[in-house]
C-alpha cells in the first residue's frame, strides 16, 4: 500500500479481508513473513504509536450515553472547524441540523437509526485525520445513496490513505480507487483497477456482475 492512495479489498465472505485489517493494526502477530510500515517491522511498533497514525471504522459500532457531539469528539477538545467538517464528509448535516449536535444517543446508540450511528462513528475518525484510514464493510447499514456519498467523500480526501473492505462493487465508486484488490480463501488472486479488472474478465468480473443482480 502507498501513501495517499486508495484501495478496495473485495471478495466473497470468509475470503480473508477483515483478517487483512487485523494484521494491520496489530491485532495478530502469530504469522510468518513481514509486515512492514515505512520500513519497520509491525511487531517492533508500539501499538499506542501506530493507533495514532491509523484509524479504523467497523459494521459493529460503540456509542456513548450523551450527545453526538461527544460521540464524535469522544470528549477531546476538538478545533470546532476540524468538527464541522467530520460532520459533513460523514453525511450527518440533516441530523444535526433537525436535532443539534446536544442531542442524546442513548445508552448504546439507542436513540439513533443504525445509519446514523455509523455515520456518527465514520465522524468520529475522520476528525481525528490521522494519515491511514481502514474501514471495514462500514457503509453497510446505510442506504445505497448516503452510503456512495460518504465513501465518495472520503476518497476525494487528500494526503489519506485509505483501505476499505466492500462489498458495494458501484461503477463509480470502484472507478476512485487507485487499486482493487480481490481476495478468495484467504489469497490476492487479482489487483488492478476497475476497468483492468472488467476487461480481464475473471473473479472480479463475476463478483460484479452477481452485485448488479442482488
Sequence with gaps: FEKGKSYAIVGGSGSGKSTLLKLLLGYNTNYDGDLMIDGINMKEIDLDSLYDNISIIQQEVFLFDSSIKDNITMFRPFDKAKVRHAIEQSGLVTLIEEKGDDYSCGEG????????????????????????????????????????????????????????????????IMQKYDKIFVMNRGVVTEEGT?????????????????SQTE
Excluded at 453497510?140 to 467523500?153: G, H, P, R, T, Y
Excluded at 476497475?194 to 452477481?210: A, C, I, Q, T
Design 109 to 172: 446508540g439507542k436513540n439513533l437509526s443504525g445509519g446514523e450511528k455509523q455515520r456518527v462513528s465514520i465522524a468520529r475518525c475522520l476528525v481525528r485525520e490521522t494519515p491511514i484510514l481502514l474501514m471495514d464493510e462500514a457503509t453497510a447499514a446505510l442506504d445505497n445513496n448516503i452510503a456512495q456519498m460518504v465513501e465518495s467523500k472520503i476518497l476525494s480526501i487528500d494526503n489519506l490513505t485509505r483501505i476499505i473492505v466492500t462489498h458495494r462493487l458501484n461503477e463509480a
Design 194 to 210: 476497475f476497468d483492468k479488472l472488467m476487461e480481464k474478465r475473471g473473479y472480479f468480473w463475476s463478483l460484479y456482475n452477481v
